[in-house]
């Protein structure tokens, strides 16, 4: 595995991103433990606690995913690419990028044609 040089902004920018991730996580832990209490001991809930939930939620995907891509931390199953030869792996993993690549495109898409009726209405 390569070293990188992580340089003063880098640091500035995991340091953001693994704040935010560790306030959309207490935020989200808050929010559901406030709403059950409500509802368990007061007999009435708070109407935008899952919404709020599932938004924060939803950040802490993606910010997670930025940042297990950054760290090199995701899960790969390697038993074929690591009897590859090197530039074999090199043409697999910019396939795999490729792909995925793809893949978020056609996500996009997807969502443009879902949501752009309700947004032009």
């Known amino acids: 595995m ?16 693994e704040t935010s991730i560790a306030i959309c996580l207490g935020l989200m832990t808050m929010i559901t433990f406030i709403n059950v209490v409500a509802r368990y001991v007061f007999s009435d809930n708070i109407l935008w606690a899952k919404e709020a939930t599932e938004f924060l939620f939803a950040w802490l ?6 940042y297990g891509v950054k760290k090199h931390v995701h899960i790969g199953v390697d038993v074929v690419i690591s009897h590859l030869s090197k530039p074999a792996k090199k043409f697999f993993a910019l396939l795999s990028v490729v792909a995925c690549l793809v893949f978020a495109v056609l996500l996009m898409i997807g969502a443009w044609k879902y949501w752009y009726p309700f947004a032009t209405e």
Not at 2 to 17: H, L, M, P, S, Y
């Open 61 to 66: 995907v993606l910010m997670g995913m930025s």
């Open 2 to 17: 390569q070293k990188q040089q992580i340089t003063r902004f880098g640091k500035v920018v995991d340091n953001i991103e």
